[in-house]
């Protein structure tokens, strides 16, 4: 007997063990299959080949000795051998096929021979009870499912020698605790890892270019991810529901990140952008209760609608300077998002959603461009209390010099405070705020104050730490002005119409009371230099009268001595 042909003890559910002759060197596709009573059987040496379902549900088979001649194991060879908890691979076997072990539920360990070169789709799929398995040197791919659901499967080392892992490779391994990703490998296909609850780190290979859709989704126990420096996207839901994720560093490589890709990430409190992200998409942080604030970086376009969606600890934002559009709702239900900061080179007011910041307490704007995004945005007309310009730096498409003056805040009805650091040569304008209770600081130079700038305000304190001097009656037109603070540095007593009360030292950081003996001073010095003068002048007019006198003498002496001479 040389042959066994194809099923040829099919569905014999009686057979509970069989012996196998050593001339046998083939066997054919599914022989032993659904042989639900068979335990035990040996392969003999000659046989080179296990054929398709040659031992495919095979409940009871628990124990196999394969032969050393067999160099291939057919697709679904031992598909759910369910008392199967073992078994070992001769060494000259070159190839296992697509759910070879798949549903094997009691198998804990296999090793692999070296000679294999890949690892098919499904190969182990659903092995629920796999604990530990060698990945030899000689394996360069992983195929789809091929350790779906391992629940059990608590390390796997994956060699350098690999350069491909199919989707859902690793899908819901719940006992999976890091991973290490080789640097051969280009990219994490869809739900790769997904559902991994005890996968806590994991290490991303230099040569990884992409994150495909749901690759971590629902790792609730990932602390720490490591990205290598070539991935360019991040795809939907790639990391959704990591609930345990604190911090996240992207790499600069990236330019894209997906819908949902980092959404409901419980803990994640920061997130550091490349310097090359286009586009965040639609809910990708979306959920993120322990966000606290975020920098969108300059090369940031587009910000997609609910991105950071119900992110109720975010307190601050920064709007990079190529941002042109923000979604439906992208900041909507971030109840502490307070503070703003504006780098945008275009004024795209019109291309953010009207609902972009619906919840938001915002109420401070600061402005590093000359381009005014969300000045004139209506769901800020009754929020914003402080407005900061600082544009000292901004590269706006339109030039500094083509803007003459800062925009007008008379519509923010709340407005308390208004902070003017460096703005160039731009210039404060008429009805530039109104309000009750406005504090005004302007820190440098500034080159005009219309002289109706504050006529509808009522200012609690004005500050000009500046030198240069400014002239009209920009705070005396006000409705009122408490206070007046100026640098010590500033020569005068008066501004804007008004005296000053207090003189800021830079030196010693203190307030001086202004000296107002100045012109007292003045008049004094006036008056002795007059006196002086005077005195003067009369002492050059004396002396000139003696003079005189001196001279009528000395012709009346030389006259009578004439007169002397002539009669002797």
């Keep these: 007997l040389h042959q066994l042909e194809s099923y040829l ?101 296999i090793i692999i021979p070296n000679s294999i070169k890949s690892l098919g789709t499904a190969v182990f799929y659903e092995c629920s009870s796999l604990k530990t398995i060698v990945i030899p040197n000689s394996i360069t791919s992983i195929g789809m499912t091929a350790f779906y659901d391992c629940y059990s499967l608590t390390n796997i080392t994956i060699p350098d020698s690999v350069i491909s892992i199919g989707e859902s490779a690793f899908y819901e391994c719940l006992s999976l605790t890091t991973m290490i990703i080789p640097n051969r490998v280009t990219s994490i296909e869809y739900s790769t890892f997904y559902g991994c609850l005890s996968l806590s780190r ?50 600069n490589s990236i330019t894209s990140i997906g819908g949902n890709a980092f959404s409901d990430c419980l803990s994640l409190r920061n997130i550091t952008f490349g310097n090359k992200v286009e586009s965040i998409g639609e809910n990708a942080f979306n959920r993120c209760f322990s966000l606290a604030n975020i920098v969108i970086p300059n090369s940031v376009i ?52 009207v609902n972009a910041f619906d919840g938001c307490l915002v109420s401070y704007l ?67 705020a109104k309000g009750d209770d406005i504090e005004i600081f302007i820190a440098n130079n500034i080159k005009y104050i219309d002289p109706y700038a504050f006529k509808d305000c009522s200012i609690s304190k004005f500050t000009y730490l500046g030198t240069d001097k400014l002239e009209g009656n920009f705070l005396k037109n006000a409705k009122s002005c408490q206070e007046v603070i100026t640098s010590s540095e500033y020569n005068y007593n008066k501004i804007g119409g008004k005296a000053i009360n207090l003189k800021f030292n830079k030196v010693t950081g203190k307030y001086e009371k202004p000296n107002n003996n100045i012109g007292k001073i003045i008049g004094i010095v006036v008056g002795v230099l007059a006196a002086l003068i005077i005195i003067g002048v009369i002492g050059f007019i004396i002396y000139k009268r003696k003079s005189a006198k001196k001279a009528d003498n000395s012709n009346i002496d030389e006259e009578e001595n004439n007169i002397v001479a002539e009669n002797p």
């Design 366 to 432: 600061f402005y590093e461009t000359t381009e005014f995004t969300l000045i004139s945005f209506d769901g800020f007309q009754n929020k914003v209390q402080a407005i900061k310009f600082n544009i000292s730096n901004s590269k706006s498409i339109r030039k500094i010099q083509e803007i003459t003056s800062l925009p007008s805040l008379s519509h923010f009805t709340k407005l308390k405070y208004i902070i003017i650091q460096n703005i160039n040569d731009l210039t404060i304008p008429e009805s530039f």
């Design 302 to 353: 587009s910000i997609g609608e609910f991105a950071f969606y119900n992110c109720p600890n975010l307190s601050s934002i920064t709007i990079g300077k190529k941002v042109e559009s923000i979604g439906e709702s992208a900041f909507s239900g971030c109840y502490s998002l307070t503070n703003i900061t504006i780098k945008t080179t275009k004024n795209i007011t019109e291309s953010i959603a």
């Design 202 to 251: 994991i290490k991303i290979g230099t040569s990884v270019s992409s994150i495909k859709p749901s690759a971590f989704s629902e790792c609730s126990r990932l602390l720490n991810i490591t990205f290598g420096n070539k991935v360019t996207s991040i795809g939907k839901s790639a990391f959704d529901r990591c609930f345990s994720l604190i911090t996240v560093k992207l790499p």
């Design 9 to 109: 003890f099919f569905k014999c559910s009686n057979i509970t063990d069989i012996e196998i002759p050593n001339s046998v060197t083939s066997i054919g596709e599914e022989v032993f299959s659904e042989c639900s009573s068979l335990s035990y059987i040996v392969i003999p040496n000659g046989v080179t080949s296990l054929e398709s379902g040659i031992f495919s549900w095979c409940s009871d088979l628990s124990n196999i000795t394969i032969g050393n001649g067999v160099i291939s194991i057919g697709d679904i060879a031992f598909y759910e051998c369910i008392s199967l908890t073992s078994i070992i691979i001769p060494n000259n076997a070159i190839s296992i096929g697509d759910n070879a072990f798949s549903g094997c539920y009691a198998l804990t360990s």
